[in-house]
């Protein structure tokens, strides 16, 4: 069975800065999609990121990237600039590439500071 | 378009009490899930549905049970709620299952405090 853990509980960073939260996985598959979610306040789940295991370039989008290391099972997100609004629960996500079943980690809170 | 809508939005219920919690898409999608949501373990599958007239168990399907008589309504049942059911509960929904990528998307989630 797949398993995905996220080993900080919580992370802070100062406004504009830079913050890495940690997701590593385990799987015996070669085909699968990685994604990173985000939950602020509201309770509202929002896609940030996805990965494609098959593609080696690592996925990018505005402030947010991923440094994805297959062979190492690692797919961390990297959000630039911090802002405010980044302020969230981050939920790391595996999915088998044959099925929609999401496999969630335990979630990373992030604080960012003015 | 309203995406995914959920109901209640909150509900204290007490133990033993049967609840339904509602779930609605109208995205046309052809699957549909439900979640719970609790502190420090975060999301887990509770049960699927591929498609219409078909559901599925995930990894946390004891107490509940689920129907999908049509393609938009994917209602989850506690027949007699337990405390240890007291949880956030997320449906989502995504175009198809498995194969190529379909984004998944979640409703705003139903607070349930079971007393």
């Known amino acids: 069975a797949q398993t995905v853990t996220q080993s900080q509980p919580e992370m802070s960073v100062q406004e504009a800065e830079t913050v890495t939260l940690s997701c590593t996985y385990d799987?015996?598959?070669?085909?699968?999609?990685l994604f990173w979610y985000k939950q602020p306040p509201s309770r509202q789940m929002i896609l940030v990121i996805r990965?494609?295991?098959?593609?080696?370039q690592n996925a990018t989008e505005n402030r947010f990237s991923v440094n994805f290391q297959k062979a190492a099972k690692s797919f961390s997100l990297k959000i630039s600039d911090s802002q405010l609004g980044d302020a969230a629960m981050y939920f790391c996500a595996y999915r088998s590439y044959n099925t929609d079943k999401l496999i969630f980690g335990t979630g990373t809170r992030l604080q960012v500071f003015p | 378009i309203a995406g995914i809508t959920q109901a209640p939005t909150s509900q204290i219920l007490a133990a033993g009490r049967r609840m339904t919690l509602r779930c609605t898409q109208d995205m046309r999608h052809n699957a549909m899930y439900w979640y719970r949501q609790d502190l420090g373990l975060g999301l887990r599958l509770i049960h699927y549905s591929n498609t219409a007239g078909t559901t599925g168990k995930g990894e946390v399907p004891d107490g509940y049970s689920v129907s999908r008589a049509n393609t938009d309504d994917f209602p989850l049942t506690l027949a007699s709620a337990v405390p240890s059911q007291t949880s956030v509960y997320f449906c989502?929904?995504?175009?198809?299952?498995?194969?190529?990528?379909?984004?998944?998307?979640f409703g705003p989630g139903t607070r349930l405090t079971v007393l």
């Open positions: 799987t015996s598959e070669s085909d699968y999609y």
């Open positions: 989502a929904s995504s175009p198809t299952s498995g194969g190529q990528y379909n984004e998944q998307f």
């Open positions: 990965q494609e295991a098959y593609k080696q």
